[in-house]
């Protein structure tokens, strides 16, 4: 008798989940906000689906000068339009993107795995995309060390970094196919 109630419960709620979905009734607009519960929800489903797929991943030694050079001058030419840089104020593209992408300088230093697999993957629904399409694994690290360093680094030494970086990214460049 309970377990019936229970499926029943769950029929009836799957059945209401459906009857939003394909009524539309649910607004996807990117300047509308989630409900509460449906921002938890994919918070939740986020955060546990990183960390299950980053947990294996093995972290290099992240504290080479090169390495960290290498991984701030992708994030200057990848990065800074949607997670800002220290010293970077609001730009017109991130009050429109939702959710709105976290001011990476402005967190405590992440976990490397979890951050490696985000670069590497992206996330759906984000805007975050999945940059080991393009690059490497050794970019994708390069880049992750560049991020432990970020948290709370002053304006001044974030330009100190791009200075010392010079100029030979090539993302500007690419040729495309004809």
């Not at 989630?34 to 797929?53: D, G, M, N, P, Y």
């Not at 390495?67 to 994030?75: D, P």
């Not at 709105?100 to 992440?110: E, H, I, M």
Request: aromatic share 6%.
């Amino acid at each position: 008798m309970v377990i019936a109630a229970i499926a029943a419960t769950i029929l009836f709620m799957i059945a209401v989940v459906a009857a939003v979905i394909a009524s539309g009734a649910y607004d996807v607009a990117a300047d509308v906000q989630h409900t509460a519960l449906v921002a938890r929800l994919i918070a939740f489903a986020r955060e546990q689906s990183i960390e299950s797929r980053a947990s294996g991943i093995k972290v290099p030694a992240l504290d080479n000068p090169k390495m960290i050079a290498e991984g701030e001058e992708h994030y200057a030419a990848m990065c800074t339009g949607c997670h800002l840089a220290p010293g970077m104020h609001e730009n017109e593209m991130r009050p429109g993107l939702n959710p709105k992408p976290p001011v990476l300088a402005a967190l405590p230093t992440g976990d490397p795995r979890e951050q490696f697999w985000i670069i590497k993957h992206g996330i759906k629904m984000t805007a975050m995309p999945a940059w080991g399409v393009t690059h490497s694994d050794e970019e994708i690290w390069n880049i992750v060390a560049f991020l432990q360093k970020l948290p709370g680094m002053s304006p001044a030494r974030y330009r100190a970094l791009t200075a010392d970086a010079g100029d030979h990214h090539e993302h500007d460049r690419m040729e495309m196919p004809h």
